[in-house]
């Protein structure tokens, strides 16, 4: 069954959900998972595919955006469709909506920002605790 952690950014670190994301892809891709970043949009996949090559001085987490010519290849892919074309282990969503394949994951993680959509956030949380999923609330 699809584990589901919730990361609970704090106060001060409002807005810095994407950078969270980047330091949680690249401990996945450092492990050797196969991880998929659902995102909400296109603006929001490029910001992510910015961010990615330039978060942390000195880091490279290879990735593509879904429908690349690299995306088959790639063990991190950005992509905001409803059913991604390859197993990945670990889905980040960075969606307010709930991705509809995230049982196809071994585990989900959403990341909750202070200053964001707080309310979506919860109900992703009633969702996945309604129909029995393992969860964990971790503050950071």
Same mark, same amino acid.
């Given at each position: 069954m699809t584990r589901v952690d919730?990361?609970?950014?704090?106060e001060?670190?409002?807005g810095a959900?994407?950078?969270t994301a980047c330091r949680l892809v690249q401990k996945a891709y450092d492990s050797?998972?196969?991880v998929l970043l659902h995102v909400a949009d296109a603006q929001q996949a490029q910001q992510l595919d910015d961010l990615?090559? +330039?978060f942390r001085q000195g880091s490279f987490i290879p990735h593509a955006q879904a429908g690349s010519a690299e995306a088959a290849a790639a063990s991190v892919v950005i992509d905001g469709s409803d059913a991604p074309p390859a197993p990945y282990q670990l889905l980040i969503n960075l969606a307010d909506?709930?991705?509809?394949c995230? +049982?196809?994951f071994e585990r989900v993680i959403e990341i909750v920002d202070p200053g964001g959509a707080v309310a979506a956030a919860r109900e992703r949380w009633r969702h996945?605790?309604?129909r029995g999923y393992p969860l964990e609330k971790i503050e950071l």
């Open positions: 919730f990361y609970v950014l704090p001060r670190e409002r959900r994407l950078g050797g998972q196969q990615l090559w +330039s909506a709930l991705p509809p995230f +049982s196809r996945y605790k309604e």
